[in-house]
C-alpha cells in the first residue's frame, strides 16, 4: 500500500481512462520513430489481457500475422499511444484469454457483446 | 547561495515522460522546516544552519527538545539536523525553508540512513562470487576464499570480509530532480534514495559548496 500523497500523485500521472475491456477486436494507434521520422502505426487485434494499475497499467493486444500468432504489450498510459479504437465488442467469461493462444481458425472467435450499454 | 532540506521518503512511484520515456522516481516530502539555531564563525567556529523537521507531540519529547524547538516558537521536531555553509548567509532563527526557490535545482545529493541487511556474507555485502558448487567443493559455496597471501604473514587492512551490512549513512550523490511541487512540498527524484518508507532524508543541491568553499 503506497502513501496517500504518493495515491493523488498518482492520479495525475495515470491510468488514462480506457473503455475497452477483455475480448475487443481494436485498433491501436501507436506512434513509433524510425531514424529522424515520426509515424503512426496501426496494431489490430484482440486485447486478451491487462495487467498492473495506476501509472503501470499495460494491455496485450494479440493477432494473427501469415498463421503465427503475435502478441503486443502496450503501456496504457503511455503517450506513444494516439488512441485506441474499439472495432468489435465480445463477451467473454475470463478475465484473461491466455487460451486463444491454443486455438486457430474458427475456435478463436468470441461471441459478440450484445448487452445494452455495451455494444458497439 | 546555500541550499538544503530535511524530508521524508515517502516512496517510489512512476511517470512517462512526452516523448515517451518512463522515469521512476522516489517521492519525498521536503519541508517546511524552521530554522531552529544559527551557528557562526565567532561563537561555535563554524556556520551553519540548524533545521528541524516532521513535528511531534511534546508528550513524545524530551524536554531538551521541546525547550529548544520553543526558543524559536516550533513545536518539538523528531528529526533535526544542521547544514554546513561556508559563508554566513542572511537567514535568521524562525525562518522556515521550503522548496520554493529550488525550481532550478536539476541534480541533488540525499543522504539518509540506509535499510538494515544484518550481518551479511561476502557475496551479498561485497558481491564476491563464492565457490563452485560442484567439483568437490564441499559446504563451503558462499565462502569468499583466501583472505591474503603468506608473506605478510598478517591479514592486510581492509580486507573485505562478512560483517554489518546496511544501517549507515548513506550519501548518494549525482540524482536527478525529475519535478518539484512546491506547493505540496513534493520534490520528485529520479531512481532510488537510500532508506525504507518513512525514513528522515537530507536533501541539498549537488556539490552545494563549491563556489563558495575557501
Known sequence: MSHPIIQELEKEFGPKTIDFVIGDTVDVFCRIVEGEKERTQIFNGVVIATKGKGPNAYFTVRRLVGGEGVERIFPINSPRIEKVEIKRRGKTKRAKLYYLRDRVGKATRLREETRKGRAL | ?214
Open chain 2, 1 to 214: 547561495m546555500w541550499r538544503g532540506i530535511l524530508g521524508k521518503k515517502l516512496g517510489m512511484t512512476q511517470f512517462f515522460t512526452e516523448d515517451g520515456k518512463r522515469v521512476g522516481v522516489t517521492v519525498i516530502e521536503a519541508g517546511p522546516c524552521p530554522v531552529l539555531q544559527v551557528k557562526n564563525q565567532e561563537r561555535d567556529g563554524y556556520d551553519a544552519y540548524q533545521l528541524g523537521f516532521d513535528p511531534k507531540k511534546e508528550k513524545n519529547s524530551t524536554k531538551a527538545i521541546i525547550g529548544h524547538c520553543k526558543k524559536t516558537e516550533n513545536a518539538p521536531m523528531r528529526f533535526i539536523r544542521e547544514i554546513r555553509v561556508y559563508e554566513a548567509q542572511e537567514m535568521n532563527e524562525g525562518d522556515v525553508i521550503t522548496l520554493a526557490g529550488w525550481e532550478d535545482v536539476t541534480e541533488v545529493q540525499v543522504t539518509s540512513k540506509s535499510k538494515g541487511k544484518g550481518f551479511a556474507g561476502v557475496m551479498k555485502r561485497y558481491n564476491f562470487h563464492g565457490l563452485r558448487a560442484t567439483h568437490g567443493v564441499k559446504s563451503n559455496h558462499r565462502h569468499g576464499g583466501s583472505i591474503g597471501s603468506l608473506t605478510p604473514t598478517r591479514t592486510v587492512l581492509g580486507t573485505e570480509m562478512p560483517g554489518q551490512m546496511g544501517d549507515a549513512i548513506v550519501t548518494q550523490k549525482g540524482l536527478k530532480v525529475a519535478k518539484i511541487i512546491p506547493e505540496k512540498n513534493l520534490i520528485l527524484i529520479e531512481g532510488s534514495v537510500p532508506g525504507g518508507k518513512g525514513a528522515h532524508v537530507i536533501i541539498r543541491p549537488a556539490q552545494p559548496y563549491v563556489a563558495t568553499k575557501k
